[in-house]
């Protein structure tokens, strides 16, 4: 097939997902035609060494990318973003009618910071079958002040048209198909597809001496938390957890974030002695560090927006077989439950996370093995980039098959008349 893709963000980006989505669909045998950004995430400013431009495209192997100006978002500010939003739709609307025109089917990944260039788009395309792709069903991030309901209505409005021109949605969760459909799209055209992890970094690995003098001091029970320190986590829940145990286990923080002194200070007040921070490493560096603890740790604040996410930790954790514990609720703890890869609770409750870290420090290292190999088990069935791309692959053929038939329904209408 030949196969576009609309995506904000893609590679050099942090844009994991749609990046290895196309090259998959170009190793096996497409043509794949990407059409973003020059890259500028998360600092607002283009990196080194790119100067946005009209005319700049890049080929490999079946896959071309072209690269359209837009807004530089600077401090990152919501009006900035919006500014970004709206720029990119215009630039990819003038672009894409004429480099997406003969395209088969269009894949769209589409965050809320794509709604206006999607809906832009389409009405350039015409008829071109879709499947979009949604990650978040609104994020929520426009202006504060006046105007905010106003570019917050147009912004949903922009995400519901592409929602029903559509011939099929890839959501990343259950709870996310149901709030899809519950506000307009048609049931039968939404599928889950599970997200999938870099796999070339994460895969189960042995601890390196270095690894195990980073993370462990003693033969406590280490839990492990990697990745952002900010406001969706919550991670007082954990440190009021951990203060709770005292010397029966550890609390390993890997990484950084807004609201790490907040975090810092709240265990230095509780004089937890057995949280302890460690700077953020690189995701080369990660499977080792997994492989020294003893159980990766996932913490979600109990929002309802956060009911319908997965953080990618979770599939980076299970791909490296690590068994988890998991401080969240909806998908994430049904997930981890349903794998049995390892003990969930309720959110943002300290007393119940600290049962399941009591627990799990007590139950024996074969069963926590065990936990680890069918949590890969589940990665590599459910959530795998084999399979994801699988799922994908088979919902732009049916969408551009089903393309196809109308439109020789409609040639075979014009010529009847004729």
């Not at 807004?71 to 990819?92: K, N, V």
Request: aromatic fraction near 6%.
């Amino acid at each position: 097939m030949r196969i576009g893709i609309l995506t904000y963000h893609f590679p050099p980006e942090p844009a994991f997902l749609p990046g290895s989505l196309a090259e998959e669909l170009a190793a096996r045998g497409h043509e794949v035609r990407v059409l973003t950004g020059f890259p500028d995430y998360p600092g607002g400013h283009v990196y080194p060494g790119w100067r946005q431009r009209w005319h700049h495209e890049s080929r490999s192997r079946g896959l071309t990318v072209r690269r359209v100006p837009r807004y530089r978002t600077g401090d990152g500010g919501p009006r900035g973003r919006l500014a970004s939003w709206l720029s990119f739709a215009t630039s990819a609307a003038l672009v894409g009618r004429r480099y997406l025109a003969d395209v088969d089917v269009l894949y769209v990944y589409q965050p809320p910071d794509t709604a206006f260039a999607s809906a832009a788009l389409l009405r350039r395309l015409g008829r071109v079958p879709v499947v979009l792709h949604v990650p978040d069903l609104w994020a929520g991030d426009v202006p504060v002040g006046a105007e905010e309901d106003r570019w917050a209505a147009r912004a949903r409005a922009a995400m519901l048209r592409t929602y029903r021109a559509a011939g099929a949605i890839a959501v990343t969760t259950p709870s996310l198909r149901d709030a899809v459909v519950s506000v307009g799209a048609d049931a039968d055209r939404v599928r889950v597809v599970l997200n999938w992890t870099e796999e070339r970094i994460f895969q189960p690995a042995t601890a390196s001496s270095a690894a195990r003098r980073l993370v462990r001091r003693d033969e406590r029970c280490v839990f492990m938390h990697a990745g952002t320190i900010g406001p969706r986590q919550g991670l007082e829940t954990a440190v009021r957890a951990a203060a709770a145990l005292d010397s029966s286990m550890d609390l390993v923080l890997v990484g950084s974030g807004v609201d790490e002194r907040r975090v810092r200070g709240l265990a230095a007040e509780l004089g937890a002695d057995n949280v302890r921070f460690v700077e953020r490493r690189s995701p080369l560096d990660m499977p080792e560090l997994y492989a020294a603890a003893d159980y990766q740790l996932v913490v979600l604040r109990d929002l309802p927006a956060l009911r319908s996410t997965v953080p990618a930790k979770l599939q980076a954790a299970l791909s490296c077989g690590s068994p988890v514990v998991a401080s969240a609720g909806g998908d994430t703890a049904a997930l981890v439950e349903r794998a049995r890869a390892g003990l969930s609770c309720p959110p943002e409750d300290w007393a119940s996370l600290a049962d399941r870290f009591w627990l799990a420090a007590h139950i024996p290292a074969s069963a926590r093995a065990e936990m680890g190999r069918r949590g890969r088990e589940a990665y590599l069935r459910e959530m795998s980039l084999s399979a994801g791309v699988d799922r994908i692959e088979g919902l732009l053929r049916e969408v551009a098959a089903a393309g196809n038939v109308r439109q020789n329904l409609n040639h075979d209408r014009v010529s009847h008349n004729a």
